[in-house]
């Protein structure tokens, strides 16, 4: 989808699997730049491939996390993709 610019959802339970299936089809994203996917229960291995997915998507500005299942290797992970990522310019 090439007119999608803005992407919410926050409380939709899509947990690690959802999270995982979503960073798969961004990595051919270029029109996102909002993704809001607060209190989802994504644990870390969703986070890691969000965070592998950042390393190739540039055109998501802000990503929302809040209030999910996230510990330090989600964290690390988060951490390694903005160091490759310049234009994510807002993580909450």
């Known amino acids: 989808n090439s007119f999608l610019t803005s992407l919410k959802l926050r409380e939709n339970k899509i947990g690690t699997k959802g999270a995982t299936f979503l960073a798969t089809t961004l990595e051919k994203n270029s029109s996102l730049n909002f993704l809001d996917l607060c209190v989802n229960k994504i644990g870390d291995a969703g986070v890691i491939s969000l965070s592998t997915?950042?390393?190739k998507?540039?055109?998501?500005?802000?990503l929302q996390l809040f209030s999910n299942e996230i510990?330090?290797?989600g964290v690390?992970?988060?951490a390694?993709?903005?160091e490759e990522n310049s234009s994510l310019t807002k993580l909450e």
Do not use: G
């Not at 998507?57 to 802000?62: D, G």
């Open 71 to 73: 510990n330090d290797a």
């Open 80 to 82: 390694v993709a903005l």
């Open 76 to 78: 690390a992970s988060l």
């Open 57 to 62: 998507n540039r055109s998501i500005t802000t």
């Open 53 to 55: 997915t950042l390393t």
